[in-house]
């Protein structure tokens, strides 16, 4: 199946030839200064490095890493790669020393492109010895064994390489909640198929323009913004940093664009903070007024020209999908994993049913197995974890399906709809089972919460460890408990008795990527959470009903 479609190289060469002086991609370099790179430079100059790549004499498909925050290079670096006949492995940009050295021993690395990073004296000790270091045009401060400038002296390589279907493209580091990372395999089949189908799918084109901004080292950023513009031809935009992101977002005005739901969520809050919720809800509501108001909030916002606004990763509160469109933009949830190129679901537009994510994409079966777990089956299907055979056999059935890991069920027209993770069911001391997702759920659409992890494993009822947005930090206390108290009511008479949470805990720090809370993509370790709670938990057990804060 994979080998019908044309495949990632292929696709540039033809992108290449097409237009070879249209910008593929525009680069901040700080000071409102930008770089634009056409289809032909990019091409000169990953036929340059890809040639110095070659003077290695490497064993055709090494490792050769990729360390960098999104950019404009980031990208070169992946096709000259390709081209020289390996195999790129892309690293988070803010893993520690002892993370960085992990996946490069793993993978074999023999090489690593270095770009922009926030604290690269902090990880540059993880580059384990004879690893030949590359810095990228937008690099930090430090000493490399080659410069960019060095490869761009080499002649490019004459050839056009077209790697086989079968040939592996990349390793895909997981981010993982616990323990070494796996690193997913991916062939240029997985990616063709993925790439071709999913363009097809959205009617993507190269008058489209996209806002890169969430790591390229995940699977989604790598489907939605490189592989999608190779097949497109759509316009790359790169945002310069968190600070500067408003700014790039409108220079970009992409057409479609791609977020977790805490960036959606942080959108909202964002125009919330110029205006009252309810004054915006009251404008919304008029005729004729509400679709102007809609339309100013979302070009404040550079969102006035998304076609596609698509969001992944975790579940979207139904409230901020209503919210959205009442602006006028109509979300659409996807699911997928890195083992199948978060190439799975999503909802087609106008076909949206409350609850429920949508519908398997073209090429994509699934089924649902007799303990209730979502299997899935497609040409985007890992070809399974580097050197991992048994992990590998735990993730795929026999007969090709794999294992998402998500409880689910189908309704008649196909959707899909998620209820929980089939390895996240905890039991409490009464012996009762508790899916902590679905529960989660229902919280996180309260304007006040911005995380929230249910625990209860060994406990005599769950209970709601919350951490508060910054609408909710700004209420008055007693304000705040009062709504919260009442959440907790209404939630309670939603659930089975055995559900019911016991109280919402409201803890001081606000977890993330940097305290070790979230994976570098947003998802809350589980584990971590209980483990630096868990020592309260008898004291906040034997609080009754309440919301109350953590001493």
Excluded at 256 to 278: C, D, E, H, N
Aim: glycine share 10%.
């Amino acid at each position: 199946m994979a080998s019908a479609v044309r495949l990632p190289l292929e696709a540039f060469f033809a992108r290449e030839s097409l237009h070879p002086n249209k910008v593929y991609m525009t680069q901040p370099l700080g000071n409102g200064q930008i770089e634009q790179l056409t289809w032909s430079e990019v091409g000169e100059q990953a036929r340059r490095a890809a040639s110095w790549l070659r003077s290695l004499e490497l064993e055709p498909g090494s490792r050769i890493a990729i360390i960098s925050k999104n950019c404009a290079h980031w990208i070169v670096t992946d096709l000259a790669i390709w081209m020289a006949g390996h195999v790129s492995v892309p690293l988070y940009p803010n893993l520690t020393a002892e993370s960085v050295r992990q996946v490069l021993e793993h993978a074999e690395v023999r090489a690593a492109f270095i770009g922009k990073l926030d604290d690269w004296p902090a990880m540059a000790p993880g580059v384990p010895e004879g690893v030949v270091t590359v810095s990228l045009p937008l690099h930090p401060h430090g000493r490399f064994d080659r410069t960019w400038q060095d490869l761009q002296a080499c002649a490019p390589i004459q050839d056009t390489p077209r790697p086989a279907a079968e040939q592996l493209a990349t390793i895909i580091y997981t981010s993982g909640t616990t323990g070494m990372p796996k690193g997913v395999m991916h062939s240029f089949g997985n990616f063709g198929f993925t790439a071709s189908h999913a363009t097809e799918l959205f009617g993507v084109d190269q008058s489209d323009r996209v806002l890169s901004y969430l790591p390229l080292c995940h699977v989604a950023e790598r489907m939605f913004v490189e592989l999608n513009s190779l097949y497109s031809g759509l316009s790359v935009y790169f945002a310069e940093s968190l600070d500067t992101f408003l700014a790039d977002l409108r220079r970009a005005r992409p057409t479609v664009l791609f977020g977790v739901p805490r960036i959606w969520t942080k959108f909202q809050m964002g125009v919330y903070s110029k205006m009252p919720a309810k004054r915006l809800d009251l404008l919304l509501s008029i005729p004729l007024l509400g679709r102007l108001v809609g339309r100013k909030v979302l070009r404040g916002l550079g969102l006035d020209a998304v076609r596609y606004g698509l969001s992944g990763a975790a579940p979207v509160p139904e409230t901020l999908l209503n919210w959205y469109r009442r602006l006028g933009l109509e979300l659409q949830e996807v699911y997928g994993m890195t083992e199948n190129c978060g190439y799975s679901h999503v909802c087609r537009p106008g076909k949206f049913k409350q609850g429920w994510i949508g519908q398997n994409n073209p090429g994509v079966e699934v089924r649902i197995s007799e303990e209730g777990e979502v299997l899935v089956r497609s040409g985007a299907t890992m070809q399974g974890y580097f050197k991992e055979p048994g992990k590998t056999a735990e993730a795929m059935t026999a007969d090709g399906f794999l294992r998402t890991g998500d409880k689910g069920e189908q309704d008649g027209e196909g959707n899909l709809r998620l209820t929980g993770r089939i390895k996240e069911i905890f039991k409490t001391s009464k012996g009762k089972y508790v899916a902590p997702a679905p529960i989660e759920n229902r919280l996180a659409v309260h304007s006040h919460i911005e995380q929230v992890c249910v625990v209860g494993d060994g406990l005599p009822q769950p209970m709601a460890l919350c951490v508060l947005s910054e609408t909710g930090r700004k209420q008055p206390r007693e304000q705040l408990e009062g709504s919260l108290k009442r959440l907790l009511d209404e939630i309670n008479q939603e659930l089975d008795k055995h559900e019911r949470l016991h109280s919402l805990v409201l803890v001081p720090e606000v977890w993330a990527v940097d305290n070790g809370f979230l994976t570098p993509t947003l998802k809350i370790k589980r584990a971590i959470v209980e483990g630096t709670y868990s020592p309260h938990f008898q004291a906040w057990g034997s609080r009754s009903g309440e919301v109350f804060w953590q001493e």
